[in-house]
């Protein structure tokens, strides 16, 4: 599977932009990248999932580079209720692994009044 | 449109007991999928399933087996409990298990704790 490497730690302010990095550089072509939070307490949420184009919907933005080796997740507007664990995964489009989500430690998004 | 549950929120067990923790899927949903989330760690895949058979499986023991019903509802049933298996587990759903391109959607998990 390919690896993803993340920050672990991010801080944004109330209202900013909050751009959370992702590297993926062993992703092969057909592979997924998705994007999920995990607030306290809860199960981890799907935020969006993007191939080769940006995509865009009513949560985020997901911004993948040209070679797909590396990918940013930008909240437009954090809001406190933003703060939590991000996780940047790739997903495999076939094998014997495509159908689970391989976690990593994510980055852990702060967002200060 | 409800999505995914899971039962219960939180249980207590003894270590060598057995336990069954149920999921019903998002409405639509045919595939089922479960994961152990260790304190502090990310989710860990056990298992994936499919028309009612085990399609995929992670690195855990046989102590770990599971069902899906016709009605695309599934359990996870852990055996010979240890310490270890204290978790937060967690069930997701998704439509068509072939591909990668649906994701996952994830019920609030239960919360084992083993004593």
């Known amino acids: 599977d390919a690896k993803t490497t993340q920050p672990p730690s991010m801080d944004c302010a109330e209202g900013r932009a909050a751009n959370l990095p992702c590297n993926h550089s062993t992703i092969s072509g057909n592979e997924y990248v998705y994007w999920y939070r995990q607030i306290h307490s809860q199960g981890p949420q799907y935020i969006i999932h993007g191939l080769k184009n940006n995509e865009t919907n009513e949560m985020a933005s997901l911004i993948i580079t040209e070679d797909r080796k590396s990918s940013t997740l930008i909240l437009p507007h954090a809001t406190l209720r933003d703060t939590a664990v991000y996780y940047c995964?790739?997903?495999?489009?076939?094998?014997?692994?495509?159908?689970?989500?391989?976690f990593g430690q994510g980055t852990i998004l702060t967002v200060h009044p | 449109d409800a999505g995914v549950t899971q039962s219960p929120t939180h249980l207590i067990k003894t270590r060598g007991q057995q336990v069954t923790l149920r999921c019903s899927p998002k409405?639509?949903?045919?595939?089922v999928s479960w994961y152990q989330q260790a304190l502090g760690q990310g989710p860990q895949f056990i298992f994936q399933y499919y028309e009612e058979e085990e399609r995929q499986r992670g690195n855990f023991p046989d102590r770990f087996s599971g069902h899906q019903f016709p009605n695309y509802s599934s359990e996870l049933n852990v055996n010979a409990l240890l310490l270890g298996d204290s978790a937060l587990y967690l069930c997701a759903s998704s439509l068509a298990r072939g591909s990668s391109n649906q994701p996952q959607h994830f019920g609030d998990g239960t919360r084992l704790s083993i004593l």
């Open positions: 409405s639509g949903h045919d595939t």
């Open positions: 995964i790739v997903r495999p489009a076939g094998g014997t692994s495509y159908g689970k989500l391989t």
